[in-house]
């Protein structure tokens, strides 16, 4: 269990050590089945309905502080608000197709799970949750992967990366917002940190 008294930093750096686990558990993933995204895709990060909680944010919201860039992009969200895309989405970019990530690195856990991760059914039986494209791809990768697990191949499960958050702090991964929703209100709780907290704490 992580300590609910952790700074700010060491909750960034918890957020981070879950994501480096589950890239690791995805590559691996991948290795074992084949599967990817297709080349310039990015029509999930179009989907109108992402949601996602405070606390997978807070490692770019701390980011966006230490860059002197925060208010700047708090403004842009609250200025957006009535946008469903994802802010940091960007269209038409020259040789990526249908978009990218323009902060990929510090992207939220829904957006890190998507594609190569499952669900479990009823019984407990891992079911992969994956987007329409790479269901239907010619290659037959999606197949491939779903009787890999069938087989009992590894792969990632949703919820055990969202109780490994909880268990960091609670409060702050209880709760699902639309995606930019869950972007500004991860920037105003670092503001309120810096501005409020003591130094030494």
Known sequence: MVSSNMTLAEKVKAVES???????????????????????????????????????????????????????????????????????????IPGHGAGMCTIYEHRGLICRLFGFSATTDKYGKPVLATCKYIKGHENGMYQHAVDAIDKGAFVPVMNNYYMRLLAIDMSLGNQFYPINKAIQLAIEKVGMYFAYESPAS
Not at 18 to 29: G, M, N, S
Not at 34 to 50: E, N, Q, S, V, W
């Open 18 to 92: 879950v994501f480096e686990d589950l890239d690791r558990d995805i590559a691996t993933f991948q290795g074992n089945t084949g599967i990817g995204c297709i080349r310039g895709c990015g029509a999930c990060c179009t989907k109108p309905d992402i949601e996602a909680t405070i606390l997978e944010f807070l490692p770019l919201a701390y980011q966006l502080h230490l860059q002197g860039r925060e208010n700047e992009i708090f403004d842009r969200l609250a200025s957006e608000q009535d946008s469903t895309i994802c802010l940091f989405f960007a269209t038409k």
